[in-house]
């Protein structure tokens, strides 16, 4: 159950560092209201460490991972990316401090049939990554836009958070 009292459609994880610039997007987006106030939602805080991710969806029906990425492509674009159907580019999600991240995890949990039913991940292209609470304005912007595709994505298609096992 969630603070709603109600069975959780939906996952939604952030990852990042809230204290690092836009590396923080993550953690942006799950604490919005606009997704948080939606009934049957159940949200996660992660630094990015693989093993903890692995262990918050082994039994969802569906996620929504939020990170940052940097590729030196234009800050603010954005990814979306069905993880349980395609491979990540390595060269998006390389931010992450740890050695196991979200691409290890993603990667164990196929080869252990662990994966969730859905796993739709989200990169945002971050401009900085230095020391400092708070998003660049293009990074907030393209969350913001994110935050508007979730919440027609989760209304419209009446996700259901079973088990698969």
Known sequence: MNQHGVQPKALLIGVG???????????????????TLLPGIHVEEEMGEG???MELW???????????????NRPGSIYRFDAVKEKLPRELF????HSFGVLEAIALSRA??????TLIIFGIEGRNFDPGKGLSKVCEQAALE????????IRSSGFLFVNRH
Do not use: C, M
């Open 58 to 72: 082994k039994d969802a029906g569906t996620v929504f991972l939020f990170d940052a990425v940097r590729s030196g």
């Open 17 to 35: 560092n809230e204290y690092r610039g836009d590396d923080g997007v993550g953690i942006f987006i799950v604490r919005h209201p606009g997704l």
């Open 112 to 117: 252990l049939n662990q994966l969730p039913g």
């Open 51 to 53: 093993s903890r991710l």
């Open 94 to 97: 390389s931010v992450s401090t």
């Open 146 to 153: 994110v935050i508007r595709s979730v919440r027609r994505e």
